[in-house]
């Protein structure tokens, strides 16, 4: 291992700043060897080979909205700054996967490893970006795009290995959780349950994708071809949202002792990959409350394994990323 490894950063919004911070916390802790070596946000970059000075360049973004010189951009850091992982958190495009498809492309050729929280690139590109990595010898890791704090890849792929995955089901997007969550117990409906969790900071302004059930059947997209060498894209799936369930259903389910979730389905040797309103017994350990994700493994030899915690924000989201940087800085 290198002694001192240089991290450029794509993307300063809620994620960026968690990894930035906890990464200049824990190299003045004497804890990394890492050193951020270049940021950028959409209108401007910073590019410190020796280091760049982190509370600084973020009370001059508080102050300006800005990162750095707005002479610069992302494709100066990819193309031309001195980096060994870039970390790539730019938003999340599910259609075009651009231009953080183009960040990784370029990195990974560049014989950088790259970490990332963005899911269009490995649910539209995985095969192609994973080849590359591949020939270039670096590491391409994304343990953050699927149950946030949830470590379910490095499980899926390390702690349980020589089991058979006979099929996997989640709560994989904590807005839906939310809302289903509000309005068996409190009795709210729908509109009232999304405009709080609106109001909370949980629910997008556009909170389609969530309640259609598109960004939980991505993350089913993102585990059906990375950890079950499947090939599928979105139009391979069921997919239901939670816009029909009726507070008067969650209040039969409720009579009997049971609730409703939208669960992410993987039934590897069936072909199933599905992600549809449930109905379940309270007890059963997916019914977990509130913004919370979960995920249960049906395995052959360790049986069920579930996994709770939370499934997105600043914090939660770093430590995916900051595990996945020390994984490879392990593994190196
Ligand atoms: N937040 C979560 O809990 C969470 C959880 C899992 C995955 N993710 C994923 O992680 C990524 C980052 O999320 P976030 O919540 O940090 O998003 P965010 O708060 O919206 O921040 C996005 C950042 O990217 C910058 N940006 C936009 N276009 C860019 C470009 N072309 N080049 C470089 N930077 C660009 C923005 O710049 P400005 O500052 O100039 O606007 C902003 O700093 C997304 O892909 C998201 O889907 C987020």
Redesign the pocket.
């Known amino acids: 291992m290198k002694s001192q490894i240089r991290i450029a950063v794509?993307?300063?919004?809620?994620?960026?700043r968690g990894v930035v911070t906890t990464l200049d916390r824990m190299q003045k802790e004497n804890t990394s060897s890492c050193i951020i070596s270049a940021v950028?946000?959409?209108?401007s970059a910073c590019i410190m080979p020796d280091g760049i000075d982190i509370e600084a360049m973020l009370a001059q973004k508080e102050k300006t909205?800005?990162c750095g010189d707005p002479a610069l951009s992302?494709r100066d850091i990819i193309n031309s700054a001195p980096y060994d992982i870039l970390v790539e958190?730019?938003?999340?495009d599910v259609l075009s996967a651009e231009?953080a498809t183009e960040y990784i492309r370029a990195a990974l050729a560049r014989g950088a490893h790259v970490v990332t929280?963005?899911?269009g690139p490995i649910a539209l590109h995985y095969q192609e970006l994973a080849t590359l990595a591949k020939k270039h010898h670096v590491s391409l890791r994304y343990e953050?795009?699927v149950a946030?704090a949830i470590p379910i890849l490095h499980i899926l792929e390390h702690d349980i290995i020589g089991n058979k995955i006979n099929a996997l089901y989640g709560i994989l997007n904590g807005t839906c959780n939310y809302i289903l969550t509000r309005m068996s117990e409190e009795g709210l409906t729908y509109p009232q349950a999304l405009e709080e969790a609106r109001k909370l900071g949980y629910a997008e302004a556009d909170p389609q994708a969530d309640v259609e059930g598109t960004d939980a059947a991505i993350k089913v997209v993102i585990l059906a071809n990375t950890i079950f060498q499947k090939s599928i894209s979105l139009d391979d799936m069921s997919i239901t949202g939670i816009e029909q369930v009726t507070d008067d259903a969650l209040r039969l389910t409720a009579g009997c002792d049971t609730t409703i979730r939208l669960i992410g389905e993987i039934i590897p040797d069936k072909n199933i990959y599905r992600v549809s309103p449930q109905i379940l017994p309270k007890t059963h350990p997916l019914v977990v409350d509130g913004s919370l994700n979960a995920i249960t493994l049906k395995t052959d030899l360790a049986g069920d394994l579930t996994f709770i915690g939370k499934g997105?924000?600043?914090f939660?989201?770093t430590s995916a990323i900051v595990s996945d940087i020390f994984y490879i800085l392990q593994s190196g």
Do not use: F, Q, Y
């Open positions: 794509i993307g300063l919004g809620a994620v960026g950028s946000d959409s209108r909205g800005i992302s958190v730019s938003p999340t231009p929280s963005n899911k953050a795009t946030g997105a924000g600043s939660e989201t």
